[in-house]
């Protein structure tokens, strides 16, 4: 598919009768292997991104290794990708848009872009975080490519001011933001039913939430109207957490058990990629 087509779709995927599970890569091999199980587009995830090259998260990956890391994740698979690009790499819109120009020249058709400062606590201001929206909005249509635009804010995430006033001003940062020309809305650590409910009812654009052991299973979730759900970190820590145990194993002197158990044999992992 051309990148207008890929576009096109995975805007559709937030239509649909069914939620849209949307797995969470941090390089072309784990984007191999969500497509390769069925899933119809996939996202990436900056803190796994950073993860995987040795560093924290927190827009701590340099713009050229993010670029070049989407650039092998669009290469490897033929689905739709969005790519994190957390508070948009920039302090201006100007900055921002040339970022966003940038990654679709990687291949992505979708971005994500958060309301925390990426160098210091807090949010953006509302005004300035539309800015940002907005020159993502304009970067994506003058290239010719309808780029969905993910607006998240970090009111949950960060837990920003009191707990009785986040879902209200959650609710009035998204729709400011999906006004300023976002496609989707995102509130990571949003988990509780009921302030789900009022924030997919109230804010005029497709609802992301982040998966968490805490949020309802999914059939809840599409009832309450989520559109998207996300496993951010997840997959990547997970990932980690085995190789951390089988290093435990290996390093106490034990047959690990885990080193071969689930793992791909050589055979299917050449033929996954390729080979």
């Not at 160098?119 to 509302?126: C, D, F, N, T």
């Amino acid at each position: 598919m051309e990148a207008q087509e890929k576009a096109t779709a995975f805007a559709a995927l937030h239509h649909g009768d069914e939620l849209l599970c949307l797995p969470n890569a941090w390089d072309a091999g784990s984007a191999r292997v969500f497509e390769a199980a069925g899933f119809p587009a996939v996202a990436t995830t900056s803190a796994g991104v950073a993860f995987a090259l040795g560093l924290p998260d927190g827009q701590r990956v340099a713009l050229p290794d993010l670029l070049d890391v989407t650039r092998r994740i669009c290469t490897a698979v033929g689905v739709p990708v969005s790519a994190d690009i957390e508070a948009g790499y920039g302090e201006t819109p100007d900055e921002v848009a040339e970022v966003v120009r940038r990654v679709i020249a990687a291949g992505a058709v979708g971005v994500n872009l958060e309301d925390a400062h990426a160098a210091r606590p807090g949010l953006r201001s509302i005004d300035e975080q539309c800015r940002m929206v907005a020159a993502c909005r304009a970067a994506a249509d003058a290239e010719g490519v309808a780029v969905f635009v993910n607006a998240r804010t970090d009111v949950f995430w960060g837990d920003h001011g009191s707990p009785d006033d986040r879902l209200g001003t959650a609710i009035r940062r998204l729709s400011a933001y999906v006004r300023a020309g976002a496609d989707g809305a995102f509130a990571p650590g949003l988990t509780e039913r009921p302030a789900l409910d009022e924030l997919a009812a109230a804010v005029a654009a497709p609802l992301n939430v982040l998966a968490a052991p805490a949020l309802p299973p999914i059939p809840e979730l599409r009832a309450a109207g989520v559109a998207r759900l996300t496993i951010g970190s997840a997959a990547a820590r997970s990932v980690l957490g085995l190789v951390q145990r089988i290093a435990a194993e290996l390093r106490a002197g034990e047959d690990s058990t885990l080193l071969f158990d689930r793992a791909l044999d050589y055979a299917e992992a050449n033929r996954l990629f390729g080979g």
